[in-house]
């Protein structure tokens, strides 16, 4: 069955440090994989896509790569601070037709320490 | 302001009722999708609809309905036959077409069985 990884439930980081998340799939070929940011009792919000056909993509401080021959996705952080913290998920698109049947993993809690 | 509402943000439920979730869009976007959020858990797709009075099950659709009778609207009953349904719910939208676009979210209705 298809399945979706994130590293860890939760990573703490000091301030000033590259955060990096981890989002590994098995039985599954997505074409596009997307990051976002969760506040507590709030809904996501959407972050960055990648492409398959794509290695990386820059906005800003964060930083995505996206291996289709591991089936991983890092998610990097960098000069990280305090409002970083969030939990962070990793969603699988198919592009199965119009509608976007996104695949969610169940995200990592970061927490960056003054 | 363009985006996505969800009410109410908090709603209590006795065993036996069944309650419907609001979830109103003003983006013009055709496809909407319900997800529940359980902790520790990702989001799980309930049901979606890519148009106007269509709508297809999701992963977990038993003890669900919904209706999608305007484009701006998709509001989901959670009916007696779900069995547990304390959760937090979460509506989301986006643009259907051939490129992958990413999922705009409302803020959430928590759902609590009293």
């Known amino acids: 069955s298809q399945k979706i990884e994130q590293n860890s439930e939760a990573l703490n980081i000091q301030e000033g440090k590259t955060a990096t998340l981890t989002c590994n799939y098995t039985?599954?070929?997505?074409?596009?994989l997307q990051w976002y940011r969760q506040d507590p009792g709030r809904g996501p919000v959407f972050l960055l896509l990648?492409?398959?056909?794509?290695k990386e993509k820059r906005k800003e401080r964060l930083k995505v790569t996206f291996d289709t021959t591991l089936k991983q996705s890092l998610f990097h952080i960098t000069a990280s601070q305090p409002a970083d913290s969030a939990t962070y998920l990793c969603a699988l698109d198919p592009v199965t037709g119009s509608a976007r049947q996104l695949t969610f993993g169940s995200g990592t809690q970061l927490t960056v320490l003054p | 302001d363009g985006g996505i509402t969800q009410s109410p943000k908090y709603l209590f439920r006795k065993e036996g009722q069944n309650v419907t979730l609001s979830c109103e869009q003003n983006l013009n976007h055709d496809a909407m999708y319900w997800y529940r959020q359980d902790p520790g858990q990702g989001l799980r797709l309930i049901y979606y609809s890519q148009i106007v009075n269509d709508f297809q099950k999701g992963d977990i659709a038993e003890g669900y309905s919904v209706s999608r009778e305007k484009k701006e609207s998709f509001p989901l009953t959670v009916t007696s036959a779900q069995k547990n349904p304390t959760a937090f719910y979460l509506c989301?939208?986006?643009?259907?077409?051939?490129?992958?676009?990413?999922?705009?979210f409302g803020q959430g209705t928590r759902l609590t069985v009293v």
């Open positions: 039985n599954y070929s997505p074409a596009y």
């Open positions: 989301a939208s986006s643009r259907a077409g051939g490129l992958s676009t990413e999922a705009f």
């Open positions: 990648i492409r398959e056909n794509e």
